[in-house]
């Protein structure tokens, strides 16, 4: 590993730890300037793809998912790790299926579930882009349904 602010190749791990699902994080300092930095080692998967509601195919990408997430969590008090624990427990939970092609809307149900239990806000945000609410009745039902679930 070279260091990025000298480019040495002589470096040490400090600390290692896990980070999240399939990844390591370790804390690194430079034998030359002594300074420090983080890598992150993740296990390289098998590719996974999404078959999208009009039939094409593309290859999951975390970072597509959390987007669609942060989005609907935009100005809510949710802590990044937490988003975080989520991904990996929503990534883990596709892949737990055990097939090499999942449909988007499997990928959507799990991802639902698992913000109606961290945000009901961003529950509902998602849920009205992700379900494509037509009228107001069924978002009322929507809203109606998670208040008697209270």
Request: hydrophobic share 30%; charged share 45%; aromatic share 8%.
């Amino acid at each position: 590993m070279k260091c990025p602010y000298c480019d040495s190749s002589e470096t040490r791990v400090v600390d290692s730890r896990e980070c999240e699902s399939y990844a390591i994080r370790r804390r690194r300092e430079c034998v030359g300037c002594k300074k420090r930095f983080t890598t992150y080692e993740r296990l390289e998967l098998t590719p996974l793809y999404v078959i999208k509601k009009d039939g094409g195919r593309e290859e999951f990408k975390r970072e597509k998912l959390k987007a669609g997430i942060m989005k609907a969590l935009e100005k809510r008090p949710i802590e990044i790790e937490k988003v975080e624990e989520m991904i990996d427990g929503i990534e883990e939970r596709v892949r737990q299926l055990g097939k090499k092609e999942v449909k988007s809307s499997r990928i959507g149900e799990i991802t639902i579930k698992e913000l109606k239990e961290l945000d009901q806000v961003a529950y509902i945000r998602f849920a009205s882009v992700y379900r494509s609410f037509a009228d107001i009745t069924l978002f009322e039902k929507e809203l109606k349904d998670l208040m008697e679930r209270k």
